[in-house]
């Protein structure tokens, strides 16, 4: 069974750095792409970045250009995800997906999801 486990989210003040993590098993993980979507409080749930097998970042939502990082430790079945000078508007329940055919921005290409983790940004 595929199971994702996303850590790392909670509260932290506008301008500071989080780290989220996301967590795989029962899945062979260096053959997935794994993607960072993000939903805020009213809003769809959106894509942020993604890491490609190979660990190359792939496609990125402009907001957060120059402020968030993505990468993969293939050996640790681990996805990360730095975000650093968080803005009120980052705030947001956070979801790592793994994709094994393509490397997408659509959440329904993706084939697992984790559970979330919330990160809260405040003034």
């Known amino acids: 069974q595929v199971h994702l486990v996303e850590s790392g989210g909670g509260l932290v003040q506008a301008g500071g750095s989080l780290r989220l993590s996301c967590s795989a098993s029962g899945l062979t993980f260096s053959s997935y792409h794994i993607g960072w979507f993000r939903q805020a409080p009213g809003k769809e749930r959106e894509y942020v970045l993604g890491?490609?097998?190979?660990?190359?970042?792939?496609y990125y939502l402009d907001s957060i250009k120059g402020r968030f990082t993505i990468s993969r430790d293939n050996t640790k079945n681990t996805a990360y995800l730095e975000m650093n000078s968080l803005k009120l508007e980052d705030t947001a329940v956070y979801y790592c997906?793994?994709?094994?055919?393509?490397?997408?921005?659509?959440?329904?290409?993706?084939?697992?999801w984790g559970q979330g983790t919330q990160v809260t940004v405040s003034s």
């Open positions: 890491v490609s097998r190979s660990g190359l970042t792939t």
């Open positions: 997906a793994a994709a094994a055919q393509v490397v997408t921005t659509d959440e329904s290409d993706y084939d697992y």
